[in-house]
């Protein structure tokens, strides 16, 4: 057995964390000074050319010291230093995530403090008022002090407005630039401007009174190089950033100004602001595959926002689905997009796609445009007055469309690129995040645009399809039969693990997939649908085949599916054993109950006194079913509690069984509730009439508890077994 401790393997005590960083450096570096491979890592011993005869001695202790630093990190922290091969990088790249800058010595009378340093000490009382919101004081300062209007009164280089700002006074806010001048605005601190620091918090009115103090504001970037915009941006503002959106050059959006274009536009999608993202891209489409200030791309974050898409959100009730589907959104709708379309761009460019508005209608269509929308508005509003929750269904749904279209444009731009560019933009990484979100429309819209983006393979050799597989997304995997006779080729693909999609099919879903089937029996039955419709794809050759491991796709599924089996197990026989006391105590009083005839027997005949009446008749057919469907069901659950819990069982015999005996549990509830309210109605339906009613709605209290509580799971057993299946065949593609 492998040692799991690495103390064990002489290095270091314990992997490195958070917690522990300076204690594992101490012992690194002890290491690596002992091994002789420290040079290396500082730096001491630099790389020497591949000509160089000393070049495989250094390439070696190079390699040494990186495994060693490697496996002395845990998962985590090695997935960060996963693509570099040197050693100095690992050792630098740790020291920056970790190290923190050493405090600041106190000062004292020997320490030479930097002339004007302190300066703002002398503004300390003026900070204190404005930071407080007393402006009578603030304005005495200001009056024996008119300079001080535009002095640094902070550590931080704040100017009173600044403060102001910060601490959200806006009448001092409007005070102080009564008394500044447009050049005092830009004075920075260490954000930026007051347009920047007022662009982090929901003050658009402060914006817009900075702004018609000084308009160029709005050009100016802060301490990191970002526009107002891209700050507000950042922090979700949104109204900020409609307003900001609206006075903003567009020129400096640009991807010839700068980055601050595709910043603010993965800032935009990030923050959920779909229609100015959209509106952003129309103009200047290239901003889609550019990498923003951080290194991001619009296409990745896209691709991790499920929420945006239809089949990445969060299902909701059935009523709610309806509405959705019959509304007729468009992703101009947006009140902002509305009235950003019409605005042109500064120096337009041959990448931008404004959209006007038609001119030169005539009168009469002019006025039954404008009745035609008022007539809408009208009937919108008494809409939302009708039908709960009706705007949010709209919101939504808006949301949906205007992301189909900004992933659109994208993949327009996608189209156009080399395969080294795709690599550029992570494309592969994105896919893969867009796979595993479940997002079949990001899918569609790339393939759409670049069909053969479903042969591209990632780092693991594998295609979108394999990665399907693994993740177990079955809506994206359906695409496959679309793909005519592409289909047998990518069926007969491997990845650089030499497993082909069977062996894929045999791996264990991931957790997240899992849990989305109730108990472990049909989360079994699952994975077994799984590997019989890759069965049924590939090759017979492909079935005996061994990966690298030496290991068939059946040998490999028994191994990953070993610990589920034996909960399946334990679910089906927990779940059996509850429904079989049920109607074993159900059969028991069924029987009883035949030979305790209501109303008694005919001493003289034998016959019992009720015989002729309608009700007992009745009563002795439903005391016959739920005796007959009891006894069934007993036999079911006891044919799930012997059996042998095979794999295979879990596909049709199990869930079969499981399936007859809740079935018959439910009949038999049923008829019990028949039997008794007949037997009830026999007796006393001619001296107490009133009560027998009330008393037969109370017996359906049970089968309504059953319905609500079991029902639910004989549904999914039943579909999932004998239901259309989970891959949908589509006759024509849908790309």
């Known amino acids: 057995m492998l040692p799991t401790n690495l103390a064990l393997l002489g290095i270091v005590p314990e992997q490195l964390t958070e917690d522990n960083y300076e204690y594992w450096k101490v012992c690194m570096t002890s290491y690596l000074i002992g091994q002789g491979l420290w040079n290396v890592v500082s730096g001491e011993e630099a790389q020497p050319q591949h000509i160089d005869a000393n070049y495989e001695i250094w390439r070696r202790k190079n390699a040494l010291a990186l495994h060693a ?35 600041s010595p106190l000062l004292n009378d020997e320490d030479p403090i930097e002339k004007g340093s302190l300066d703002f000490l002398k503004y300390e009382t003026l900070f204190k008022a404005v930071d407080d919101g007393d ?91 970002q526009l107002p915009i891209v700050v507000a941006a950042i922090y979700g503002r949104k109204d900020m950033v409609e307003y900001l959106y609206s006075v903003t050059p567009m020129d400096m959006l640009s991807p010839k100004y700068g980055l601050n274009g595709v910043t603010l536009l993965n800032c935009l999608i990030t923050a959920e602001i779909y229609d100015l993202a959209l509106n952003l891209l129309q103009r200047y489409p290239r901003l889609g595959i550019k990498a923003d200030l951080y290194g991001n791309y619009s296409i990745r974050i896209l691709a991790q926002k499920p929420s945006a898409f239809p089949s990445g959100s969060k299902p909701v009730v059935f009523w709610k689905q309806g509405i959705y589907s019959l509304l007729s959104v468009q992703p101009s709708d947006s009140p902002s997009i509305r009235r950003h379309c019409e605005r042109p761009s500064q120096g337009p460019s041959d990448e931008e796609n404004l959209t006007r508005p038609q001119r030169g ?9 404008r009745v035609l929308t008022v007539m809408r508005e009208r009937i919108w509003n008494l809409s939302l007055c009708v039908v709960p929750d009706l705007k949010q269904i709209y919101d939504r749904k808006l949301v949906h469309v205007q992301a189909l279209e900004l992933l659109g444009y994208i993949a327009k731009e996608i189209r156009i690129l080399s395969k080294s560019q795709l690599e550029k933009i992570v494309i592969d990484e994105a896919i893969y995040d867009a796979i595993n979100h479940g997002i079949i429309e990001f899918i569609v819209k790339i393939i759409a645009n670049d069909p053969e983006t479903i042969l591209r393979r990632g780092k693991k050799g594998r295609s979108m399809f394999a990665h399907a597989i693994v993740l177990r997304q079955e809506e994206i995997f359906s695409l496959i039969y679309g793909l005519g006779t592409n289909l047998s080729i990518m069926a007969g693909q491997h990845d650089m693990f030499a497993n082909n999609i069977l062996h894929l099919a045999g791996k264990l879903s991931p957790p997240s997939q899992l849990e989305r089937v109730s108990g472990a029996a049909l989360q079994m039955q699952r994975e077994l649908q799984w590997f019989k419709e890759m069965e049924n794809i590939v090759l017979a050759k492909y079935k005996e085949e061994v990966n690298e491991n030496n290991k068939t796709p059946r040998a490999l599924f028994t191994e990953e599916h070993a610990d589920l089996v034996k909960e399946g197990e334990r679910w089906m026989k927990n779940t059996a054993a509850s429904c079989m006391v049920v109607a074993t105590l159900i059969a028991a009083l069924m029987f009883t109950v035949a030979f305790t005839v209501p109303g008694g027997i005919n001493n003289d005949t034998g016959i019992p006194i009720f015989l002729g009446n ?54 038999s509830i049923v008829s019990m509730m028949v039997a008794f309210g007949s037997a009830l109605f026999i007796v006393v339906h001619k001296r107490l009439e009133w009560v027998t009613f009330p008393i037969i709605v109370l017996a359906t209290i049970p089968i309504s508890l059953f319905v609500l509580l079991q029902f639910p799971l004989l549904l999914e057993i039943f579909l999932s077994t004998y239901g259309p299946g989970i891959f949908k065949k589509p006759t024509k593609r849908p790309y």
């Open 614 to 667: 309608n009700a007992f008749m009745v009563f002795i057919a439903s005391d016959a079913l739920s005796l007959f469907s009891s006894s069934t069901s007993v036999l079911m659950f006891l044919g799930v509690l012997t059996s042998r819990y095979a794999e295979e069982d879990f596909l049709k015999s199990l869930p079969l069984k499981l399936v007859i005996g809740l079935s018959s549990l439910f009949f």
């Open 135 to 225: 402006w009578e004081a603030a304005k005495d300062f200001l009056e024996a002090h008119p300079d001080s209007v535009r002095a640094k009164i902070s550590s931080r280089d704040d100017t009173a407005l600044h403060v102001a700002i910060l601490a959200g006074h806006g009448k001092i806010v409007d005070e102080l630039l009564n008394l500044m001048t447009p050049e005092d605005l830009e004075l920075k601190n260490e954000i930026g401007t007051v347009l920047s620091t007022v662009s982090i918090s929901d003050k658009t009115k402060m914006a817009k009174a900075l702004v018609n103090k000084n308009a160029n504001l709005v050009g100016i970037v802060d301490v990191r190089g």
């Open 69 to 103: 630093i490697q496996i002395s990190c845990g998962p985590n922290v090695v997935s960060k230093i996963r693509e570099t091969d040197s050693a100095k990088f690992a050792w630098v790249h740790l020291a920056e995530k970790r190290d923190l800058p050493p405090p």
């Open 361 to 369: 209608a005539s009168v009469e269509e002019n006025i039954i445009s």
